[in-house]
């Protein structure tokens, strides 16, 4: 995870030098503020996996000497069968073409977010499945 953070770092580096010319040269504000964002995401980014680096083990990556085959086994757990992600992507996609629309669509994105986002933080707390 180490060189992981280092490749952020050293980009949002890059990123910002290129906001700071692009918005001296084309005195745009849009691109430019895109630009300082796309710094600060970087960044944190960046940060977060250099401070979580020093917290856990050295990975497969972070040695020079390493194969494909030393960063195999288990990587987490994924839910085989949430529908969550549908209701959250509908729900997204109905907000943001409200923007474009009217903002009257939002009035049927907002429910399906919240009952995408509730399903998922809350789905494995109910049922079978629900710690006592």
């Not at 001296?24 to 680096?53: D, H, N, R």
């Not at 997204?92 to 669509?105: E, K, M």
């Not at 049927?108 to 995408?116: D, E, K, N, R, Y």
């Amino acid at each position: 995870m180490k060189i992981q953070g280092k490749m952020f770092i050293w980009l949002s580096v890059f990123i910002l030098v290129m906001a700071i010319v692009y918005g001296v040269w084309s005195k745009e504000p849009a691109g430019t503020t895109a630009l300082f964002l796309a710094f600060g995401l970087s960044i944190m980014i960046g940060f977060y996996l250099g401070f979580t680096a020093k917290r856990v083990d050295a990975g497969a990556q972070d040695n020079k000497e390493a194969d494909v085959a030393d960063d195999a086994g288990e990587v987490g757990f994924f839910s085989p069968h949430s529908w969550q992600p549908l209701s959250l992507a509908v729900g997204g996609a109905f907000a943001f073409t409200s923007v474009a629309i009217g903002w009257w669509l939002m009035y049927f994105s907002a429910p399906l977010l919240l009952i995408g986002l509730f399903g998922w933080v809350f789905e494995y707390y109910r049922g079978e499945n629900r710690t006592q």
